[in-house]
C-alpha cells in the first residue's frame, strides 16, 4: 500500500480487523440504514418479518467474513438493533 509516494513503516503489520453482525430482531424497524450504508455489503433485507411485521436484516451469503467490525450499522440504527462484536485474528 503506497499513499502519496510513501510507504508506511509498519505495513507489514497492518491488519484488517473482523467482526460479527449482531441484531435484536425485535427491535428493528426495518428503516435499511444498516443495509443501504454498509461499507462492505454485509447485509440485505430479508423476506422474513419479526413479530411487528417488519423486514430485518440479515448476512449476505458468503458475506459473514466481509464484516470489518467498523461499526457504521451500529452508528446509523435509530433503534440500536444492530451492532457488531470484534472477532479475533485468525493466526
Known amino acids: 500500500m503506497q499513499v502519496h509516494g510513501r510507504t508506511p ?3 507489514q503489520q ?3 480487523p ?3 453482525v449482531n441484531l435484536i430482531l425485535e427491535r428493528c424497524k426495518g428503516c435499511e440504514f444498516c443495509v443501504r450504508l454498509c ?4 447485509l440485505f433485507l ?14 449476505a451469503i ?3 467474513e466481509a464484516c470489518v467490525h467498523c461499526e457504521f ?3 446509523v440504527c435509530p433503534e440500536f438493533a ?7 485474528a485468525a493466526s
Open 9 to 11: 513503516l509498519n505495513i
Open 14 to 16: 497492518a491488519t484488517t
Open 18 to 20: 473482523h467482526g460479527a
Open 39 to 42: 461499507p462492505q455489503d454485509v
Open 46 to 59: 430479508s423476506k422474513k418479518t419479526n413479530s411487528k411485521g417488519y423486514h430485518f436484516p440479515d448476512i
Open 62 to 64: 458468503g458475506k459473514a
Open 73 to 75: 450499522c451500529t452508528l
Open 82 to 88: 444492530i451492532f457488531t462484536t470484534a472477532l479475533e
